[in-house]
């Protein structure tokens, strides 16, 4: 069974830094691409990062300059470094990731449970 899991939200000031993490871990043959999506009460969940298998990325608009995503082939595992936040910043934020499983044929979309992000003064 395959999960992903996230760590490394929190509280912090405006202009401040955090480092999200997100490991996907159980039996995994392959994955695909890789994300960081948000959501705030009322909300849509929305891509805030991506990053294929390939090395390439893709950001939403208020966030580029300011938070950058990679991944650790080796550990499944990717990083959303987020620095210069902003209170608008502030969100669950959650990992997901397009997973081909040991006796799988298609490539399954896995969320993680989220991670709280609050900036604030």
């Known amino acids: 069974q395959v999960q992903l899991v996230e760590s490394g939200g929190g509280s912090v000031q405006p202009g401040g830094s955090l480092r999200l993490s997100c490991a996907a871990v159980?039996?995994?043959?392959?994955?695909?691409?890789m994300g960081w999506y948000r959501q705030t009460p009322g909300m849509q969940r929305e891509l805030v990062a991506g990053?294929?298998?390939?090395?390439?990325?893709t950001y939403k608009d208020s966030v580029k300059g300011r938070f950058a995503i990679s991944r650790e082939e080796a550990l499944n595992t990717a990083y959303l470094q987020m620095n210069s936040l902003k209170p608008e910043d502030s969100a669950v934020y959650y990992c997901?990731?397009?997973?081909?499983?040991?006796?799988?044929?298609?490539?399954?979309?896995?969320w993680g449970r989220g991670t709280q992000v609050t900036v604030s003064s």
């Open positions: 990053i294929t298998r390939d090395g390439a990325t």
């Open positions: 997901h990731a397009n997973i081909l499983a040991p006796g799988d044929y298609e490539y399954y979309d896995y």
């Open positions: 159980g039996s995994i043959f392959s994955i695909s691409h």
